[in-house]
Nanobody
Framework: QLQASGGGLVQAGGSLSLSCAAS????????IGWFRQAPGKEREFVAG???????TYGDSVKGRFTISRDNAKNTVYLQMTKLKPEDTAVYYC?????????????????WGQGTLVTVSS
């Protein structure tokens, strides 16, 4: 199971940090992705971190978001800075079944319940 947390309300330009606590084992062998979904829009890839800590980012968040992992705590983090109103969405973390942090949500099986991020202008 995956548990996303850390969402909330923040002003544009601000920062927020999300956490994804995972009970999948062995956690260090799995790649984890962050996705987001805004009302009326499709689920969008945000960032992913592979089992070897390689990272990949969606174009809309490059340079603003940073993904990291702490295998000792079975947790993946998403540090979000310079937030924009268009970043408003429910953010989900998920486990990759392909072994890599791909951008395709179909490559992920276990999904967390989501945490809402609202960025006010």
């Amino acid at each position: 199971q995956l548990q996303a947390s850390g969402g909330g309300l923040v002003q544009a330009g601000g920062s927020l940090s999300l956490s994804c606590a995972a009970s999948v084992h062995p956690f260090s062998r799995y790649s984890i992705g962050w996705f987001r979904q805004a009302p009326g829009k499709e689920r969008e890839f945000v960032a992913g971190i592979s089992w070897n800590s390689g990272t990949t980012y969606g174009d809309s968040v490059k340079g603003r978001f940073t993904i990291s992992r702490d295998n000792a705590k079975n947790t993946v983090y998403l540090q979000m800075t310079k937030l924009k109103p268009e970043d408003t969405a429910v953010y989900y973390c998920a486990r990759s079944i392909s072994g890599w942090a791909t951008i395709d949500p179909a490559e992920y099986d276990y999904w967390g319940q989501g945490t809402l991020v609202t960025v006010s202008s």
